[in-house]
């Protein structure tokens, strides 16, 4: 063997000692176990819990046709000592029945959808991975009227499932600097539905992503419509520098992100001056020649800008890493989620 040959294997012997084992990509392996409940002549049956699988549909169903559904995505953690939490439940379960009101779908019950999904972390609590891993939860409302001529009229029947999925990092990888195209041209969703968390406003970003995607080797587009800065396909969108964050304000064209609240929250307990202002382009690619830029959302947490690519040129954040802050945000709510540090907000709750 070479020189140059032994060298190259002993390097690939210290890689395979100490390189983590590939992980599933988010959202590929459902949990055992799901739970199900339906709507009809004006109430919700009892939830069941079964394992999951197929459902049958008919193919008149409303959702086939309309696209009434609606989903939430939140995290169970497990701790050190074994014990599973869940991350503000409730706040999701509220967002939840917000976009079932404003799709005219039947609206699960609180208090019955929080049961389905405590007993759908409890049913697969031996498949809630270590930290960093999480169970994801995934409850998901569509419409089952069996009518294809309902295009202005609601869908009276409904299926509400709880999902969960074990998921390790969202983007593979782990924490490195993203690459975002700032997309100032095509809408991610319609003006008044930004704010659901609906499978057509997926189903409009894809487009426009995966031609980014292709063109500009991104990782995801932020949504900037007329210039006006609004989130990207799945996260929400922070300038952070030193002590100080601007988001945009809430408005019906972006998804209110849970994980972008807790990070305000925090944020302005630390002492940070949080503005949440409509901005533009113009002021963003301004911010980051010296400033931070990220991600939030329950799946990327807070993940680093590194570049922002638009049709002109790229800017560079910062020094092209994640900054400083946003990693101290990031390990801020990370402690909380794993019960590293105190919850002084109430956000977890033990199942
Ligand atoms: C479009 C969009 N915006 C923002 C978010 C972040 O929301 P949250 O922090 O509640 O996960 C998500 C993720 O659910 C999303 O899909």
New binding site residues.
Partial sequence: MSQMNAATAQTRNQDSKTATPARPAFGTVLADQMAVATYRDGRWSAAEVRKTGTIEMHPAAHVLHYASTCF???KAYRRADGGVHVF?MD??ID?MRQSARLLHLPEPDATQLAQMVVDVIDRNRGQVPDAPGALYLRPLLFGTLPNIGAASIPSSEATLIVLASPVWDYFSGGVKPLRIFVEDEAN??AAHL?VV?TGG??AA?MGPTLAARAKYNIDQVLFCPGGSVQ??????FLLIRDKHIVTRSLDST?????????LLTMARDMGFKVEERVFDTAEMFDWVKTGEAA??????VLAGIGTLVHRSGEHKVGNGDVGPVTQKLRAALVAIQNGQAADQYGWTRVV
């Fill in positions: 939430e995505g939140f503000r706040k999701h967002r991610r969703t930004g968390k406003n997926y970003a989130e990207t396909g799945a996260a929400n972006f998804l209110h992100g849970v994980t972008r609240d807790s991600l939030s959302g329950t799946a990327a």
